[in-house]
């Protein structure tokens, strides 16, 4: 029988089969589809199913909802709890991960293009082959100058985020996966704008940390508290510093 999770999605015409699950995280699991090419412009896709709130183990949501422009219906509704705040608050966690994507993507940062939204679900671009996705940072053992070279290159889309109003604030080697030897980032919908939450600065920190952990496993030497002050500054001061140099930066 077919989970109601999915329908949305046969329903438009986007997927036409569901492959296999992928993961099972603590807020959603994935799960790799066949595609439309018509609808979608793709051959497959990832789907992206939250768990049900009393199922998921993500903790303290309010922490990166701060900031948030929500409706005071919406609040109301969500401050009286029950089924139906927990299902406005879930729509809002989703609608959260799928406007995020859909702005990075456009910034040029690499996460996985958006497709489609409904019900508890985001279809985006597979990131990977015909049969697996592309490994998780985790799962790699780069040599030290491969490792060197991920590692830059990972804390230039980090800078790009950045400059876009945008801090991941639960990065780590378990959401960045690596295709063509290029960092992808993955699971955004506790991000946070720095221009609105109070703890953006120790978030961005807390992302650096564990990133530059992952890294000095493979050799790599880094100084976290110079990254995360050097990339803060230059957020900070980026409207004085001339739009054709933000890049280079």
């Known amino acids: 029988m077919q989970d109601s999770a999915f329908e949305h999605f046969f329903d438009e015409g986007l997927i036409t089969e569901i492959v296999r699950p992928i993961k099972s995280g603590k ?20 789907l992206k199913i939250y768990h049900a709130r009393e199922r998921r183990n993500f903790k303290d949501t309010t922490r990166y909802t701060q900031g948030r422009v929500i409706s005071q219906s919406m609040q109301r509704g969500i401050a009286r709890k029950g089924r139906a705040g927990r299902e406005l608050e879930m729509e809002l966690w989703i609608e959260h991960e ?9 910034h040029g940062v690499r996460v996985p293009r958006p497709i489609a939204a409904g019900g508890t679900g985001i279809l985006m671009a597979w990131i990977g082959d015909d049969h697996e996705p592309a490994p998780q940072l985790r799962e790699l053992r780069p040599d030290p ?48 704008d720095p221009r609105e939450h109070r703890d953006a600065r120790e978030i961005l920190a807390r992302d650096v940390h564990r990133i530059c952990e992952a890294f000095t496993r493979w050799g790599v030497r880094n100084h976290p508290e110079g990254i995360v002050r050097d990339l803060w500054n230059g957020w900070l ?7 054709e140099l933000r890049d280079l930066i």
């Open 145 to 192: 100058f491969r490792a060197q070279e991920l590692f830059d290159a990972l804390m230039r889309q980090v800078r790009l985020m950045l400059n876009t109003n945008v801090i991941h604030a639960d990065l780590s080697a378990y959401n960045v996966l690596v295709r063509d030897g290029e960092p992808w980032i993955i699971d955004l919908p506790q991000s946070v």
């Open 237 to 243: 001061f980026a409207d004085l510093i001339p739009a």
């Open 98 to 106: 799928w406007a995020t994507l859909g702005w990075l993507h456009r």
């Open 27 to 46: 807020e959603a699991s994935v799960h790799l589809c066949r595609a439309s090419p018509s609808t979608t412009g793709e051959r497959l896709a990832a």
